[in-house]
């Protein structure tokens, strides 16, 4: 495998790196809180990316079963569960969905977070008059 | 998933991502964010994550691209970097 097909085929794990390097320099570099906060929402974004991309598979489907359920056999739900007959589910065709699920989680707390810093931006704006951090050092500093 | 289209979306969303934290004022970063959540939202269908894709839409470019401008808003446009 040479060079070009590593990295085409790890692309997803390059963008991920890119875009966490990005939002670190964001947060760390800018010396406007707004723009680490746009920083700190990429950085979020690049875990979550390296997280679905752990699950995606090649030439599988969504995780939504393509058979249906196990025909029902008079309640007999314990036979049902262990997926014999027709029903089988043949994990390999599916993308894993356990990443997924969790990244769900990640979104939602992801925009909690930026709602609180933003709120928090705003709150220093109304005692400072201002939104870069150089200048609210200097205010600091003389009072 | 298809490479091709998972690599444009790929250099897009880098694109995206560099100028919401290059771009001289808060409000274009604040837009140039929402359309980074927008085209993440395409990645994640792209990679069959598509409960993600539809929370990235909805919550990730919807509610805090609105977040974002109404703090803009409430705060100033000006930035020095």
């Not at chain 1, 065709?93 to 909690?112: C, D, E, K, S």
Request: hydrophobic fraction near 55%; charge should be neutral; aromatic fraction near 8%.
């Amino acid at each position: 495998m040479d060079f070009l097909t590593v990295l085409i085929s790890r692309a997803n794990y390059w963008a991920y790196i890119i875009l966490m390097m990005i939002g670190l320099y964001a947060m760390i570099a800018k010396n406007n809180l707004v723009k680490k906060i746009v920083g700190m929402s990429i950085f979020q974004t690049a875990v979550i990316l390296f997280y679905v991309s752990i699950g995606a598979k090649q030439g599988a489907t969504i995780p939504i079963l393509l058979h249906g359920h196990a025909p029902e056999t008079g309640g007999n739900l314990a036979h049902a569960a262990t997926g014999h007959g027709t029903a089988a589910v043949q994990a390999v065709n599916y993308i894993n969905p356990l990443p997924h699920v969790l990244m769900l989680t990640a979104i939602v707390v992801g925009v909690a977070t930026l709602g609180v810093a933003l709120a928090l931006a705003i709150k220093v704006y109304k005692e400072y008059g201002t939104l870069e951090e150089n200048e609210i050092n200097q205010r600091l500093r003389r009072g | 998933m298809i490479w091709q289209l998972d690599l444009i979306i790929l250099v897009l969303v880098i694109v995206c991502a560099i100028a919401a934290i290059n771009v001289k004022d808060l409000l274009s970063a604040a837009i140039l964010l929402g359309a980074y959540s927008f085209l993440l939202c395409l990645l994640w269908a792209i990679m069959g994550a598509v409960d993600v894709a539809f929370t990235e839409a909805t919550v990730g470019a919807g509610v805090s691209t609105v977040f974002c401008v109404a703090a803009v808003f409430h705060t100033t446009r000006r930035t020095t970097d």
